[in-house]
C-alpha cells in the first residue's frame, strides 16, 4: 500500500480548466483530477510549451489561482497554488478568430 504524505485531503474530480499564461496570449485546455486549497493534479494531452509558473482557470467555479509546477510527468503533473485562497470572479479570455 502506498503511503500518502498529504497534510491536505484531496477532493478528486473531472472538472475542464484553462492555462493561461503569456500575458493571457497562450491559452490551453486541461482537467483537474483532484484539488485541495493548496494545489491541484493537472491532466493535459502534452505538457509540451507549458511554462512552470502560470494561471488555472476554472470556468465552472469562476475561480483563477497563480500556480506553479511542483511534480509530474508528460500527461499529468501537480501544482502548488501560490495563495491558498482563489481569485473569484469571471475571469476575461480573449477569443482570437484565424
Known sequence: ???????LSR??????????????QSVFDCLVRNITTNGACLKVPSRLGLPNQFTLIIPHEEKRYACWVVWGGLKEFGVSFTSPTPITGKPVLRIVKS
Request: hydrophobic share 35%; with cysteine.
Open 11 to 24: 477532493s478528486r474530480t473531472c472538472m475542464p480548466a484553462k492555462i493561461v499564461f503569456n500575458n493571457k
Open 1 to 7: 500500500m502506498e503511503n500518502d504524505a498529504r497534510s
